[in-house]
């Protein structure tokens, strides 16, 4: 009875060790990093999103933060699903396209992945500069005819 006993714990402890490492190799697919990265920024839990996030990235979201922390809280919080998601690149570096899709709106978004100590982390959007109308619209008329604009 004490050997059966014995094996039962055994197998049981072997069971919830292979158990973790499954857990551990599922985070360490980028696809999964990203997910992770995405439902931890949905939720506003900004300091477990850095942990997946590289220095570049951890910045961005600090700022982030700080602008969603002038928000309404329920206003901010998202439920965020991919719709498609394709990472490819070579060694340390893969970029990520995704169709993503929230309570609000459908859109794209494009990540970059850096492996670094071995991990997955999430870096910081590159920034794309995009004049609106309205921006164009507050620029006094006196500056446009100066500059050429008209």
């Known amino acids: 009875m004490k050997i ?11 069971f919830a060790l292979t158990s973790c490492k499954q857990e551990e190799s599922a ?13 931890y920024i949905d939720k506003n ?13 951890q910045q961005w979201l600090a700022e982030l933060e700080a602008i969603i922390s002038n928000e309404q809280a329920d206003s901010t919080v998202l439920d965020t ?6 990472c490819g ?7 990520c396209a ?11 978004a494009k990540y970059r992945l850096v492996r670094l100590d ?4 999430v870096d910081a959007p590159e920034e794309d500069i995009i004049i609106e ?10 500056l446009l005819e100066e500059g050429g604009m008209e």
Do not use: H
Request: charged share 25%; aromatic share 10%.
């Open 45 to 57: 839990q900004f300091e477990e999103a850095r942990a997946l996030s590289t220095p570049a990235g």
């Open 98 to 108: 995704c169709v993503l899709e929230d309570q609000y709106e459908r859109y794209t």
């Open 81 to 86: 699903k991919f719709l498609s998601l394709s």
């Open 4 to 14: 059966t006993l014995s094996l039962f714990y055994m197998v049981a402890i072997l």
């Open 118 to 121: 071995g991990q997955w982390r």
């Open 89 to 95: 690149g070579t060694g340390d570096t893969l970029s």
């Open 27 to 39: 985070r360490e697919k980028p696809e999964e990093v990203l997910k992770q990265y995405q439902a």
């Open 133 to 142: 109308n309205d921006i164009l619209e507050s620029v006094p008329d006196s």
